[in-house]
């Protein structure tokens, strides 16, 4: 499955939108090239103190929800100013669009929560997140 079509198709889904500048968003936003880069955005989740909201995306359960403001946190609000200028929306549009997306896709890129189980949990995750800074 590619996770960024995926991603890309989500957020279309919630704000609309232009593909091939979803998809620019997408990459700036969540990862690079045709990947989204799911240890460090889950990595960035925990160093601002939302690792259990990050962890709750990825095994069965429900998927605790995150706001707007807290996901501008940890996306940076420089990024997402620039990434609802070039959607040509607003940034309220935007994170609430990525609010409802973002949990979906996680979840789904880590069906039964196989993905945190392989890097050994959260704390793997993040440790991945870490080598490419």
Known sequence: ???MNLAK???AEKIGG???AIGGVMDNLLGSGDKVDI???LGS???KGLGDVASSWLGDGAN???SADQLKEVLGG???????????TDEGSLLNGLKDALPQLIDQASS????????GGLGGLAGMAKKFF
């Open 78 to 88: 420089q990024q997402v100013a620039q990434a609802a200028a070039q959607l040509g």
């Open 64 to 66: 605790a929800p995150v």
């Open 18 to 20: 232009d593909s091939a």
């Open 1 to 3: 499955m590619d996770f």
């Open 39 to 41: 240890g460090s955005l």
């Open 112 to 119: 039964g929560g196989k993905l945190l189980d392989s890097v």
């Open 9 to 11: 198709g989500m957020l």
């Open 45 to 47: 989740f925990k160093e």
